[in-house]
């Protein structure tokens, strides 16, 4: 290995777990499943850092992964699309577009989760942490909570939305002076 | 989201929309852009909850359960194998098993051992102090009481505790996310502190740091430190020496490997017997008013009062009633400062010709110790150039360290002693010298505004007899947290 290539691997490693998390929730709103995410997330990295060397220094990685990550999705899509229901091409296109300027917000909004998240009370908080291992059977977990399944995911739901109501409280408050 | 949108998107979630359901979804995300944002604002609480799951253990006792490597993450881990060598070690610890940080040593930690790795879990620390260094090499030391967690090997989040950050040109961008602003290094040594009650400070002890709060962005050189409030932010006095850094972690891990925490619970148990007692304050059951925070002690888990604000204090009332023709006092002491011309350590109220013999114990503008009772002078031709007695060495090396600091006084031999971590550092002579009298009084401050201690007291002891040299040796070798 000559140095040059041990300095760009460092480099785009830097880079790269700077920027994974918002690419992985960007791929993340395109997908129906977790599961599939890590699945095409997976292929993004490759790509990424097959294609570093393309990558000028000092230019914007995120919007430079998020390029990569759209056209990734939609190949996904296209592919999935013929037996499972996912997003319209067009629908993810515009989601897609619309990252670049909606991050900023999204990105406060990841990080207000974890500021609600400590005030949702036990066992609640607890419950929510194990639906979302990765590991984890939704149907393991639903019958441990004592509900059916269809009963979680409500449950589920009703967690995001409360959890989505609080970001938004929070975020608006610290926006006050 | 109306309705029919909120039940689609529900199911779309779950996997159980059927065509129909699918094709209207797609048409209202077509139709609309608000539509689009709030679906798009769903799924990234998903994505914010698998996060946050990653870094959740079902039991917060627990020792650290090390997690299957993720989903899907060793295929691609073995495809950067082959790309640079200097860099392999490096991609496998951080992309087989996604560990941000590597801990280099503990004081005081039960369930974290050096060597062990963290990744992006949360972390709770009750007690004690460790040391690691990150996946790009910034050594970081976080002291509890602490609850943090990294979200990569460049983003440490800190809900509460203090730490302090050594960072290389590989680690710029080292960022430090806290509840109420974010510290971004570029490049060297900072501090932030995260108290369990106000607003994160960050402190930059050399080099450059960015802080972001309340979208209020500032550079910060060596020697600025300020509070992030949701108003943006505010100076605060620069205090490096309250951090610990990673030499320090080092020394209380071998005093605690030594057994000094038993040696000191065993002195102080003698001393409590001791017939001569007045006061041996640990703070370790609460009790105390006054203005000050509440941090960690010499012992993992042990409890101190910090002054950091002018007029922080501690009140106390010793009993007026008594004079004590002899007198010792001692403490352990972190000062993290030394700029106030006098410093206290035991003031008692008011300094009135009224009441001889009243009691300021304190460091003063010299750095070496003064004790000073009212009604007090000097024997002819003493040297102490304030005319009180004061030690000879002063405690400047000392400054972000434990240090031990006593005084014996004897109103009939008519001497004061001075001790500086055991050692005896020399004795005044007095001319007038009235029993020592104690009443209500403030540890870290007087009735004035010149006497603010900035630091920690840990243990103090007031006892109502004059120990001898070798009594203060061993009280400071039994007491000390280092080795």
Redesign the interface.
Known sequence: ?SPA??K???RF??LF??H??SV??FV??LV????D???V??EV??VL?KKFGSFHEGADFRAWAFGVARFEVLGWLRDKGRDR????E??AL??AQ??EV?EPA?SR???A???C?VRVPEPQR?L????????ARIQEVAAASGRSV?GF??WL?RM??T??DC?HATLAR??S? | MNADLELLGQRYLDGSVDAEGMSRLNAMLAADADTRRRFAEVLNVDSALATQAMGWRAEPTATLRLRATARGRTGWATAFIGAAAACIAFAIWIFSSRDFARVENVAGIQDLAPGSHLRGERRELQGGTLALVTAHGARVVIEAPAVFQFESAQRLRLMRGRLSAEVPPAAKGFTVVTPSGVAVDLGTRFGVDVPAAGDAEVHVFAGEVIALASHDRRSLRTGDAVAMTTAGHAARQTRSAAFIQSDEVTDLTAGLAAGQRARSAAALAQLRNDAALIALLDFETGGGTGAFRTVQGRWPGSHAPEFVEVGDHLKLDLGGEHSWPRLTLAAWVRLDRLDAPYQSLLHTDGWAASNPGQVHWMVNRFSTMRLALKGNTLAAGSPEPDSFPDSRTPVLPEVGRWVHLAVIYDSEARTTRFFLNGRFDSESREATAHPARLGPAQIGNWNRTDRKLSGRVDEMLILGRAMTDAEIRALFEAGNPYR
């Open positions: 290995m290539e041990t760009l691997h460092c490693l830097r777990t700077t994974e998390e992985r929730a993340r709103r129906p499943t977790r599961a995410a890590d699945d997330m997976q990295s490759i850092w229901l996912v997003l319209d067009g629908v515009k989601i619309e990252a909606l999204l909004q990841r990080e989760l974890e500021r998240l607890s929510l942490m194990r639906a979302y291992q990765p590991e269809p995911y409500q739901h995001r939305k959890l989505l970001i610290e926006a002076p």
